[in-house]
């Protein structure tokens, strides 16, 4: 279903929100041979923010899918857009859990296992809602996406809401409520908002933005990881890169908006980098099975500069195949090294 469905024959009202829908797309420099056109990756623009307000009878899943009395998804508002036929209806066996009054969703799908995802698919969803607040109903309850680890807690803490008011998801959960208030997705699957960036840096007003740190994001382990990891720390490291493991920053904000420039395998340890100040720039190590363009939006939502290096995939999946990648991958690292040197 579609909101224009939704707001025809299903009781819902359409709150516009005066956020822009305009992209930005920065300059894409290769490093090494393989190239990748982002461009076929994309659109030119993205649908029109706001905030669909569902009648009593709807429900929402964990993953942020809101359901009809009938058991359709309104699925223009989920990650998936309207590829309906991508999309897996959440368990209907699932019993709901009751919530009186107004509720309003910051769920997204996986939003419960990925920090790119929780960050900002789904809390970057408040930023309508500051948009729309004199013109919204009174929200009771705010659902917002569990945690995965306790460093993430912070995140929700930070849009000020009283924790009486939020509701944690489990993403196999289920809610109704007497009113259901669900934002649009901010831009569309793997291409984040233009006014992302800004929502959150305002909630970080004093970082440095100076640019003077040469970071490389390490990728050691888990799916996608860079196989000849030692060998690329090894050199970046002579080149005055402090290697980081994303998994035991302190305040990942304050680091990458002193970042000069940020190298890093493609996963959401380089979702940071919208922090980063507009002279950076990031180097996005991209496994050539898994050519996606999440970091590439990102740089352009964020102002920053973007270069990035193909490296092989030690695995191919069949043609047509959908999904992510399970295979490491392999960086030249002359190829590497040469490419750091012209963005110097």
């Known amino acids: 279903m579609t909101i224009d469905v939704a707001t025809s ?12 829908a305009e992209v930005h797309r920065p300059q894409s420099h290769r490093i090494g041979t393989q190239e990748v056109s982002w461009h076929e990756y ?4 993205h649908p029109q923010p706001g905030v669909i307000e569902l009648p009593s009878g709807w429900q929402l899943s964990g993953q942020g899918w809101p359901i009809d009395p009938e058991g359709r ?4 508002t989920t990650w998936f857009g309207n590829e309906s036929k991508r999309a ?6 699932v019993a709901p859990i009751s919530l009186h009054g107004t509720a309003f969703s910051l769920l997204s799908d996986f939003s419960q296992v990925n920090y790119y995802h929780f ?12 948009d729309l607040r004199g013109a919204l109903p009174q929200i009771d309850y705010f659902i917002c996406p569990r945690p995965f680890s306790e460093r993430l807690r912070p995140w929700i803490d930070a849009l000020g809401l009283p ?3 939020v509701i944690l998801a489990g993403e196999d959960e289920r809610f109704e409520c007497d009113r259901l208030l669900v934002p649009t997705f901010p831009g569309r699957k793997r291409d984040m908002a233009a ?15 100076e640019g003077k740190r040469r970071i490389y994001v390490a990728r050691r382990t888990g799916v996608r990881s860079v196989k000849n990891s030692d060998d690329v720390e090894e050199r970046l490291s002579r080149e005055g890169f402090e290697i980081v493991d994303p998994a035991k920053v302190l305040d990942a904000p304050a680091l990458f908006s002193e970042a000069s420039i940020v190298v890093g395998a493609h996963g959401a340890g380089l979702t940071d980098c919208i922090f980063c100040p507009p002279t950076a720039t990031l180097v996005e190590l991209v496994p050539s099975d898994h050519v996606f363009p999440y970091y590439y939006g990102l740089a352009g939502a964020a102002r920053i500069k973007y270069a990035y290096l193909v490296g092989n ?15 490491d991958f392999e960086i030249d690292v002359g190829h590497l090294l040469g490419g750091l040197k012209d963005r110097q």
């Open 9 to 20: 024959g299903q009781g819902a009202i359409w709150h516009p929100s005066s956020l822009s």
């Open 73 to 76: 998804v309104l699925i223009s």
């Open 313 to 327: 995939s030690l695995g191919r999946r069949r043609k047509g195949a959908w999904g992510p990648s399970p295979f």
């Open 42 to 45: 994309l659109t030119d623009d």
């Open 119 to 130: 960050l900002i698919d789904a809390l970057g969803r408040f930023a309508i809602y500051e």
């Open 195 to 209: 006014w992302i960036p800004q929502f959150w840096r305002a909630r970080r007003p004093n970082l440095p933005m």
């Open 88 to 93: 897996n209806p959440p368990p209907l066996q």
């Open 163 to 165: 924790a009486s008011r």
